[in-house]
């Protein structure tokens, strides 16, 4: 059974910086995609970056690049997503996304793992 599990939400200040976790089960990081989508209510899930896991591919959509860095930690099976210079657009639910294979999608209809979403509130 795959288990994705996030943490590291919260509320920081604009400027500020938050660090997500993505723990993984029932799936090895170092194989597969990962990926990090965020929702904000009244939206459709959009994703933020995507990683293949194999040999450290990452994409990012073009708002968070050079704020935000998607990593893995093999030996952790765990996938972490560094948010600098945070801004009031990036308030959102943040959900960690996993496949097997290596189609490193946009569209979160096709990923097949999630986790339950960690809130991050970025404050004035």
């Known amino acids: 059974q795959v288990r994705l599990v996030e943490s590291g939400g919260g509320s920081v200040q604009a400027g500020g910086s938050l660090r997500l976790s993505c723990a993984v089960s029932g799936l090895t990081v170092g194989t597969g995609c990962v990926a990090w989508f965020r929702r904000v209510p009244g939206k459709e899930r959009e994703w933020v970056a995507r990683m293949n896991t194999a040999i450290g591919t990452t994409y990012y959509i073009d708002p968070v690049k050079g704020r935000f860095t998607v990593a893995q930690d093999n030996a952790r099976n765990k996938v972490s997503l560094q948010m600098n210079s945070l801004k009031s657009e990036d308030d959102a639910t943040y959900y960690c996304?996993?496949?097997?294979?290596?189609?490193?999608?946009?569209?979160?209809?096709?990923?097949?793992?999630w986790g339950q979403g960690t809130q991050v509130s970025v404050t004035a």
């Open positions: 996304a996993a496949r097997r294979d290596y189609v490193c999608a946009t569209l979160a209809s096709v990923w097949t793992y």
